[in-house]
């Protein structure tokens, strides 16, 4: 086997089954039921977000994390609280309505742990744009997002990319898990998006082109920096043997960055 064909494989193998989709699929219809019982006119819109509508979400044998963006949005004509009153109001939702589920708060988001996949409830409320609990240790309660450009910029440049981005995203997000999640996965998937890609028209070339150009920051961790340049090295040397005619040894090098699943 060739890398191409090694590495075009385990991207397939890194997409969601039909099985989990389906069953994916009904967990969110229940959530949204049930969030509209128990909030009623409290809230005014929830929908799923993230990883798992731009196309780039983990199976759970790939990556025990793996997990869906699910939004709540709080409605605030009456008056706007604090994130951590919502957050609080979202654990009691789950407490009653999955009293048999793991629950837990990770700021900012209660995690829902159903059997086959983790729902992060994020709260958040629409003042000219969805806006979610800021990290602690920024300036205000609340920061802006917007999924829908997210999920755009992605497709836009997988389209324009030969259709290799999505895989590339996949197999680099899949690297991470095996590795601690070393790095924040939406951080990842930005980097691939923003990079420019000369010259690369087969996933093979995609994934040696991120190894050649990924680096760490000055202030990242030495452990994680020594995960980075093994990578590195190892792709390094499967492309070099690739060169000198030794696809069985290009593929070895290639297989301990992402090994087979």
Known sequence: MTVGTYLSTLASDLVLSSLEKDSI???ISTLSTRLAVHFGSDISNSLQFGSSTRGTILPRK????????????????????KPQTYLDRLKRFAETKYSRSDIAQSSPTIILSLNHINFELVPAIYN????IPSPKSHWSDWMSTDPTTADQKIQDKNKGEN??????V????YWNARNGHAFYSFDLEQY???DLYWSCTTLRDYFYHFWSRFSCSYNTAQ???DKVERAK???RKAQDYEDRGMPTWAELEIKKVVPPL
């Open 233 to 235: 090295e190892h792709a």
């Open 192 to 194: 691939i998006v923003n």
């Open 25 to 27: 699929a009904r967990s």
């Open 223 to 225: 452990y994680i920096k």
């Open 163 to 168: 259709y290799q981005i999505k895989p590339l």
């Open 170 to 173: 996949r197999l680099v997000k």
């Open 128 to 131: 000219y744009g969805y806006q």
């Open 62 to 81: 790939a990556d025990g994390k793996s997990d869906i963006d699910y939004m709540v949005v709080f409605d605030t004509s009456v008056d706007q609280k």
